[in-house]
């Protein structure tokens, strides 16, 4: 359960969730502080506690520590969440208490500056089935006259308690080689995670874990905090000399300014929090869970087996080649077709096309639906390709509306993909947009939508608007309009996220679709790491992954199609090679592996996630020297929401002589229960394979993976 109270004598709040507590004071000069995050405290205790103050007036951080939203102002010397620029080129802010109030799980502090028309609340919600807290801020020009600049509108800062040390935890990593997982100490001073490219980006993702570099995936405290947001975003971490440690976050990035005018409002996204005492496993799965339940549109949904045609044809689609594909597909035992890029328009490679929204007559002389007719003929859901967000110079859209791009006057138009970007913080564009999108579904059997979005901003300027910077967050703003839109119309749509590959994963783009396209990197082996990263916040149930040709058109790597199925089967399976080249026995086979998938999918997509050897173990801990090798041992473990039944993946890139796969043991079994191998018949019990482990009927040489599926006797 969740209860937010509130202690009128100290004028202390206390949010409680299932398993943490959080609690804020007012201080006596009305600064909203922060008293506690971490095990659960009864109102009487919260309010007992006492601020945590700076000794020295001249200490680093300032007289005033830990509040809750930092401003410019005072003995103030730490990052200010809160920036803004008054008409007369005042940057202080004095807050004074307004009021408060509490309806159900929602808590909001309201602040007014004691001289100038500024008011910001600040909001908290807390979920009874959650302990992850969601915490954004509204301000509001409450005067007649005189706008005032934003310079920083962070969402909140989260503080952690005074550690012996601090470890921070997050992703780097560039296209196709996103959500690469890296844990350091974190450096005295400003850590400043950030994307400064219009969308999350494929090099960093706008989350971060703490702990004082002791936590492991089953012990210690961790605090983490992600960020609701899909386009230009900003972390930074504050490490003081005194060793504290505080996080602050929000969208935009340095230099972008917003202007609000008299009676105008502006609502920062949620910067969600999520505290443990239990490890990296808790971490994983209390966010994994949030998503579910209170950020997905469809959590309830299995993901579809989808097929999709664009490693096998690239732009050179036409109804023949798809239907080809489409009846191979289904054989397999595809439940979804989607046709990518190259369907529209001159669109014969990357250089034009893009904006043109309507079949290519040559590749498509009777529309799309007889090709749309025979996928569902076959049994299979139809979805397609789009970018709509991005324009070619060589198109009818930007000859008839060169205005439409983000550019400068006087300036190139930098292309990058031979393309630009449309601003969706024009309502004319977003009204163009959502109108051929509309028509396109209204007009065909289409049930899903691969969403692209292929370049980051450049020339970011829109001239003749009086606040042209605005475009960074109202271009995000209008992406989600049309998404709310299209979804709130055609109820059977569901959407895949793709930017580039993983450039547009958080859960700001999640509360609108179903699936996340993780990285353009299909190759089984790298995607091992990718998938691990990922998975730190994100569920398997959002993360689409594809079994494709070898050798990879990446890295031109020769993998097994049994160990490329085994990779993929571990999120939501998705076939994207070119079958009408595979073998008669590779048909064979694949079609064995989706029929298992199937069988396991509700563990994988909705159970609890344990990453039993971790791709770092797997290399460190299996005897590669300086842990730089891809051979050892990595495996995962999923849960079924019952417990009755378990699936572990294990895969081995490269075998090495004198080191076998060491053991693995299994997590949240019941040691008292019995377990069965599915595929042997061969039974368990359950503390000896909590305790001791298995080890996976790996089979000789490289690349080799097993599935290990268990079910509960007794």
Known sequence: MSVISFDATSRTWLLTTPRTSYAIRLGPDDTPRHLHWGPPLTLAQ??????????ELNDSIGLLAGEEL????????????????????????????????????????????????????????????????????TLRHT????????????????????????????????????????????AHGETVFTSRRGVSSHHANP????????????????????LAWSGSWRITVSRAQVNRLAVTGGFGHDAITWRLGPGQELTTPAFAGLYTADGFDAVRQGWHAYIAGHVLPQPRELRPVLYNSWEATGFDVNEENQIRLARVAAELGAELFVMDDGW??????????????????????????????????????FGIWVEPEMVNPDSDLYRAHPDWVLHYPHRERTTIRNQLVLNFARPDVRAWAH?????????????????????????AGWPGEDDPDRLWIDHVRGVYSIMDRLRADHPRLRIESCCGGGGRVDLGILRRTDETWPSDNTDAVDRIAIQYGYSQIYPARTMAAW?????????????PLRFRFHVAMSGVLGLGGNLTEWSRDELAEAAELVAQ???????????????????????????????????????????????????????????????????????????????????SGREYPGVALTARGIRPALPAGDYASAVLHLTRTA
């Open 46 to 55: 919260a309010a007992s506690l006492e601020l945590d103050e700076p000794r």
């Open 70 to 137: 930092p401003v410019d102002g005072r003995i103030r010397f730490s990052v200010p969440s809160l920036q803004v620029r008054f008409a007369d080129g005042t940057r202080s802010i004095e807050w004074a208490y307004r009021d408060h109030r509490i309806d159900g799980d929602e808590l909001a502090i309201r602040l007014q500056d004691r001289h100038y028309p500024l008011e910001g609340t600040l909001h908290y919600r807390v979920y009874p089935d959650s302990d992850v807290i969601e915490r954004w801020l």
């Open 143 to 186: 005067g007649d006259r005189d706008p005032f600049v934003l310079l920083r509108a962070d969402s909140a800062q989260w503080t952690l308690p005074v550690l012996d040390d601090y470890r921070l935890s997050h992703v780097t990593g560039h296209w196709s080689g996103e959500s690469q997982l890296h844990r350091a100490t974190a």
């Open 207 to 226: 989350w971060v874990m703490v702990d004082a570099g002791e936590a492991t995936d089953t012990a210690g405290e961790v605090w983490s905090a992600a």
């Open 344 to 381: 529209f328009g001159a669109r014969k490679d990357d250089h034009a096309g893009l904006g043109d929204w309507t079949p290519n007559p040559q590749r498509f002389p009777r529309g799309l639906g007889p090709l749309i007719a025979e996928v569902r003929r076959l049994g299979m859901a």
């Open 435 to 459: 109108g051929w999108l509309d028509r396109l579904l209204r007009e065909n059997d289409i049930e899903f939508l691969k969403w692209d979005m292929n370049r980051p901003f450049t020339e």
């Open 547 to 559: 079994v494709t040709d070898s050798p990879n058109w990446l890295n031109g790597r020769v993998v």
């Open 597 to 679: 998938y199937k069988r396991i999918r509700p563990m994988v997509q909705h159970g609890t996630q344990y990453w039993l050897r971790s791709p770092a173990a797997a290399t460190a801990g299996d005897g590669w020297p300086g842990g730089t090798a891809p051979g050892g041992l990595t495996a995962v473990q999923y849960l079924a929401p019952d417990g009755a039944e378990t699936v572990v993946f294990a895969w081995r890139p490269a075998a090495r002589f004198g080191h076998p796969p060491p053991p693995v043991r299994l997590r949240g079994l019941d040691p008292a229960a019995t377990y069965r191998d599915v595929d």
